[in-house]
C-alpha cells in the first residue's frame, strides 16, 4: 500500500505520518516512512537546494523540474522496490503538492504539470491520500513556533505571503473534491490526538485490514 499526506504548512503531516508508522507497525507490518523532496541521498541533495531557495530565481516550472528529478530518483531508489517486496509507503508529500505549489499557487499550467507526472509517477499512484486541511494563517503560525524551536528560519516556501498559502488550501481542497475515490480531507485543526485518531478512522474505512484490530480495555 502507498499512501501520502498532503497539506500546507504546519498542517502536521510528519507528526501523522509517524504516529500512523507506529500503528501499523504494532500490527506487524513493515513501514517505510519517507517525505518529498527528499528520500534518497539525491533527492535530499535537490531537497536542500529547493528548500534555500536556489531555485526560485528560474521560476516555478524550473522548480517543478527539479522536483520531478527528485521525485524520479525518489521512485527509482525507495519507493518502488519497497511496495515491490510488500511494504507499505508512507509519505509525506508526493505529486499533489507540485500540482499544488507550483501549480495551482506557482501558476505552472496544469497540463505542464500533469504531463511530468505522467511520465514520472507512471502507474505507481497512491492508493491513498490523506490531506491535512487548515485555514493558512493557522498552519503558518504553527510552522514559526515549529521554526523558533529548532532555531532555523522559514524555508523557500514557507517565506511566501500570505495569499500564496491560501491559494495552496483551496489547491488541496480542490484536489481532494476531484479526486474522492483516492482523496480524504482531514481537519488538521485539531490537537495532535484528535487528527490520528481521524486518519486511523479513514484508514481503517478506505483500506480495510491495513491497521491492527484496536483492542478494548477489557481484553
Known sequence: MFVTFEGGEGAGKSTQVA?????????????????????????????TALLAGAAKPYGPFAEALLFSAARLDHLD??????????????????????????????GVDPEG?????RIVVGRTRPDLTLILDLPAEAGLARARRRDLGSAR??????????????????????????EPRRCALIDAAGDPDAVAAAVRATVAGRLPGLLPQERSDAA
Open 153 to 178: 528560519g522559514p524555508d523557500r516556501f514557507e517565506a511566501e505571503a500570505l495569499s500564496f498559502h491560501q491559494r495552496l488550501r483551496e489547491a488541496f481542497r480542490a484536489i481532494a473534491a476531484a
Open 77 to 106: 531508489t525507495l519507493i518502488r522496490p519497497a511496495l515491490a517486496r510488500g511494504a507499505v509507503v508512507l509519505c509525506d508529500r508526493f505529486a499533489d503538492s507540485t500540482r499544488a505549489y507550483q501549480g495551482a499557487a506557482g
Open 19 to 47: 504516529r500512523l508508522a507506529e500503528r501499523l507497525r504494532r500490527g506487524g507490518r513493515e513501514v517505510v516512512t519517507t517525505r518529498e523532496p527528499g528520500g534518497s541521498p539525491r533527492a535530499e541533495q535537490i531537497r
Open 113 to 117: 504539470v500533469a504531463a511530468l507526472e
